[in-house]
């Protein structure tokens, strides 16, 4: 019987902590989007105003932001600065590919920062401006996209964690 | 006597300048190159879907991809598209948008000085050239300084401690940049018997200082400020409102408003040295501009470059009226 009651709860607490960890992807997700796109915002200032070289502006602006794009960007800004095999488009997408597992990002959302680490650097000031400004509206949608999905799903999978996590408690019973 | 005393030995600081630059397949065969083929390269000719080029004392070779030379067309490396494409981002530190005026200009000044001349096509706007887009030739030029090469004007161009307003007169490839170069460096860090004072040196062309962000990559002097890629009028008139130098060092005038600019400075009292196109003063006067500068006498001293003696011969040195010379046989 005791025995039984503790497994209960052990299948319950288990259950409802999936259940959170599903529902705080949802948060995270919004939140890289928005910090990605602080990131770009500053970016843009750093090649507009500054016309900073590009891995200098990277380190920079990763090590003020910090989190997975903060990472990401440091990441990148060191691949370039260190040594030189790498294309833009290369160490971007190498960061890319190895943050991927911190940045809480769906595959719509790596798919517009592949296409915009592309363009990275590689044309005048005018067209890094247009480019960035692209990029922001692209990831201001998927924000509220992903905003409306979190509403949507957030509370659900806590709630449904517990209940899972109860239902199966009382069919072992 | 010589006026190009001996080089400084800077071949590693160039090549690693120059090799950090080049995508890897290129850096590779150019490493493999000949010592002293590569000791004594002028220039890198790297031209999208052609042969790859050196030119090397006194002459240019194919490049092989085994990193010897021929002169067969067939065995030589042929460049690629991702070779330009990765070259262009790594001339401009990955960098393009911060390069854009440079690019209007044609070239790419890189760390150590070096500058890589570039075409493709270019796109305008209201007639003016706006940028340059696919971009697929590069003309790598390798600049070795040669420090002392004013060493001996230096005595001409002072009476105590006035320094004499002074025009270099020269035909092109003469080493007038390097000489002008020189000067600066010598009134800016003083010599025996002379005191340095502040020089602020007026680079149009980036080719006096050779700046990198901002940054001389020559010997130009401890007291030298540098007005980098600044329109000859406007930057004299900045030097003299903002920094109070004692000496203003521009290179090649030949627009009117640049005598305008230099009376300004003349007025402020601060001496002007500078040069221009011409192969002696006979045909400084010929020409319009100059004559009418001339004709002014605004110039104390008037050097007039050669290649009597070799690149760099200082063959005549005038006075202020003109006539008298103070040489009585070139010196290099």
């Known amino acids: ?173 | 006597m010589t006026l190009l005393p001996q080089m400084k030995d800077s071949t590693l600081e160039w090549q690693e300048a120059i090799f950090e630059t080049l995508p890897d397949t290129i850096r590779k065969i150019i490493r493999s190159l000949p010592v002293p083929l590569i000791q004594d390269m002028e220039e890198i000719n790297i031209r999208e879907n052609r042969p790859l080029m050196v030119y090397s004392r006194g002459r240019d070779y194919f490049v092989c991809p085994d990193g010897s030379v021929c002169t067969h067309l067939e065995r030589a490396y042929i460049v690629t598209a991702d070779d330009t494409r990765e070259l262009m981002q790594l001339i401009s530190d990955y960098s393009i948008y911060a390069f854009d005026e440079e690019i209007q200009n044609g070239y790419i000044t890189l760390r150590g000085g070096h500058r890589v001349g570039i075409t493709g096509k270019t796109v305008l706007d209201k007639g003016q050239i706006r940028t340059m887009k696919h971009i697929n030739s590069f003309n790598i030029r390798i600049s070795k300084e040669v420090i002392g090469a004013a060493n001996k004007i230096m005595p001409f161009l002072l009476s105590g401690k006035k320094v004499y307003h002074t025009l270099v007169l020269s035909p092109p490839q003469m080493g007038k940049t390097t000489l002008l170069r020189d000067i600066a460096r010598n009134l800016s860090d003083g010599f025996p018997g002379y005191r340095g004072v502040k020089v602020g040196i007026v680079d149009e062309r980036s080719e006096i200082a050779g700046c990198w962000y901002g940054l001389p990559q020559r010997q130009v002097g401890i007291r030298t400020d540098v007005l980098d890629s600044c329109p000859k009028a406007a930057g004299i008139m900045m030097m003299i409102r903002s920094m109070s130098p004692r000496i203003i060092l521009t290179d090649e005038i030949g627009r009117p408003e640049d005598a305008a600019a230099i009376e300004e400075a003349l007025n402020a009292g601060i001496t002007i040295i500078t040069s221009a196109h011409a192969a002696d003063l006979q045909d400084a006067l010929a020409r319009p501009f100059l004559s009418r500068i001339l004709e002014r006498r605004i110039f104390e001293r008037i050097a007039v470059l050669g290649d009597s003696l070799g690149v760099g011969t200082l063959e005549k040195i005038y006075a202020e009226d003109y006539s008298s010379q103070l040489l009585n046989r070139p010196i290099r």
């Open chain 1, 1 to 173: 019987m005791l025995i039984k009651l503790i497994n209960s709860g052990v299948i319950v607490l288990c259950s409802t902590l999936i259940g959170l960890e599903i529902s705080k992807r949802y948060a995270f997700r919004t939140r890289e989007l928005s910090a990605l796109q602080g990131a770009l915002s500053r970016l843009e200032t750093e090649i507009i105003h500054y016309a900073s070289r590009l891995p200098d502006a990277l380190v920079r602006i990763g090590e003020s932001i910090g989190g997975g794009t903060g990472k990401l960007f440091h990441k990148t800004g060191e691949l370039l600065s260190l040594k030189k095999k790498f294309t833009v488009s290369e160490a971007w997408c190498s960061s890319l590919e190895e943050l991927k597992k911190e940045l809480y990002l769906q595959q719509e959302d790596m798919d517009i920062l592949r296409r915009f680490g592309d363009q990275l650097g590689s044309s005048d000031r005018e067209g890094q401006v247009r480019f960035i400004r692209l990029t922001l509206q692209q990831l201001r949608e998927e924000e509220q996209k992903a905003r409306a999905v979190r509403e949507k799903y957030e509370k659900m999978y806590r709630s449904l964690g517990l209940l899972v996590g109860i239902a199966l408690a009382i069919i072992l019973f």
